[in-house]
């Protein structure tokens, strides 16, 4: 019997595709982990729950994960790079993060250079280390996370950016706010003022712009 294959998600593994069988003739797959680790292991091990990471998660348990995100020397702990790689690569490719919506759900993705095993560390090349009081930050918002399009910036100037990827309903569906405005060619202070006068969202953002509204 031909088995189904494979797609989606397993713990925090997210498939790519398909690997060459192991020299057994198991079937393989490469997947993801949400660390950003690349891994190849067998479909069965999937399947029954057995494999659910890359391993990141042991290491951490068995206080190793220093050794792997810790830039080689000992007893460093995790760094605020890391946490902030972490972080970005969170939002975009894990559905369960609580800021995907914002990020990975509406198409925003890791440069492939930031991603996988040389991930952390093309990404702390690029970056260098984070300033005292600043945070990771995308010039165009509508643009994901590589060299070109990231700055270290205070977090008052993350929060300013942050206002245009407000989440509305429109419809019964969410959509970001800057992108919802800029499909009915409106601007987020028109849009922003007509929902302080108390119109609903449909109005507000279907109906042509006249005079000051």
Known sequence: MTLPVLTGRFGKLVIIGPAPRSGGGHVQYRCRCDCGE???THAARLRSGNTTSCGCHKRSVRGNANRTHGEGRPGLTQTKEHHIWIGMLRRCNNKRDHAYLRYGGRGIKVCDRWSGRQGYANFLADMGRCPSGMTLERKRVNEGYS??????????????NRRSNKIVEYRGKKYVQAALVEKFGLTRETFSKRLRLGWPVEKAVETPLRGSL
């Open 38 to 40: 690349i891994t190849v």
């Open 147 to 160: 060299l070109e399009n990231c700055i270290w910036a205070t977090r008052t100037a993350q929060a300013r």
